[in-house]
Nanobody, 115 residues
């Protein structure tokens, strides 16, 4: 069992930055592939970024160059650094831990980008 708790969301202006954190507890964090998803009102949940157990990262095309995912296995935490934020980045951001067939979700943190 893995518990995931996101933090770091908030209200920012366009072009500002935020760093989201996801703290994991309850199991061997380093064995999990970690993802950040987001869901905007009226839209489907979409994958933003992922990081493998070996540290390999992948990003959605619209986030490449602006977002950076990282993990600190010693702290059982995964991060999402978001720069040059746009109003269309407004969404609830969810942390996801996967070690097939196990799949865990956090409760989400709201990010609002508005002037």
């Amino acid at each position: 069992q893995v518990q995931l708790v996101e933090s770091g969301g908030g209200l920012v202006q366009p072009e500002e930055s935020l760093r989201l954190s996801c703290a994991a507890s309850g199991s061997v964090f380093s064995s999990y592939h970690m993802n950040w998803f987001r869901q905007a009102p009226g839209k489907q949940r979409e994958l933003v970024a992922s990081i493998s157990t070996s540290g390999t990262t992948n990003y959605a095309d619209s986030e490449k160059g602006r977002f950076t995912i990282s993990r600190d296995n010693a702290k059982n935490t995964v991060y999402l650094q978001m720069n040059s934020l746009k109003p269309e980045d407004t969404a609830v951001y969810y942390c996801n831990a996967v070690m097939w067939p196990k799949n865990y979700w956090g409760q989400g943190t709201q990010v609002t980008v508005s002037s």
